[in-house]
């Protein structure tokens, strides 16, 4: 399986972080790679709400895909699934900590795999994936810090 969490602590209050976190409509705004967000239905960023975007992964410069909103436990966990030759799961866990910061957990889970995509998978996610999830959180850290 592909996938991974990734932490980051920020030194903002968990009702900062969240604000950012279950909001995709700022989700661009913390993403070093241009996408694009759109509701197709239901009420945004509440469980069950479906959404399209439209974003960079290697080789497509313009992937779409369609996803939902699965999971809203205000201010700790927000997660969503899109769907793209399978199911991919995004989460985030917010845990306060002693000083008024936040610890952010984002955790993907990659869909089973077949063929070419799962022979390039392992081999892309660690060269592209993690470094680009890696700045995506160090993006959000610097967006919640500023209290924007």
Not at 21 to 37: C, E, F, Q, R
Not at 116 to 138: E, Q, Y
Request: charged share 25%; net charge positive.
């Amino acid at each position: 399986m592909t996938g991974g969490t990734f932490t980051t602590r920020i030194q903002a209050p968990p009702k900062t972080v969240w604000a950012l976190v279950a909001d995709l409509g700022t989700h661009p705004s913390w993403s070093p790679k241009p996408y694009t967000i759109e509701w197709i239905s239901g009420e945004p960023n509440r469980v069950g709400s479906k959404f399209r975007s439209v974003g960079w992964i290697p080789g497509d410069k313009r992937h779409m895909n369609e996803g939902e909103i699965t999971e809203r436990v205000e201010p700790t966990r927000f997660a969503l699934r899109s769907q793209d030759d399978g199911w991919f799961i995004n989460a985030f866990d917010l845990t306060p900590v002693g000083d008024g910061a936040t610890e952010v957990a984002f955790t993907i889970t990659f869909p089973t795999m077949k063929g070419m995509k799962a022979l390039a998978a392992p081999v892309a996610f660690p060269l592209v994936g993690k470094p680009d999830i890696r700045k995506r959180l160090d993006l959000l850290k610097e967006k919640a810090e500023r209290g924007s």
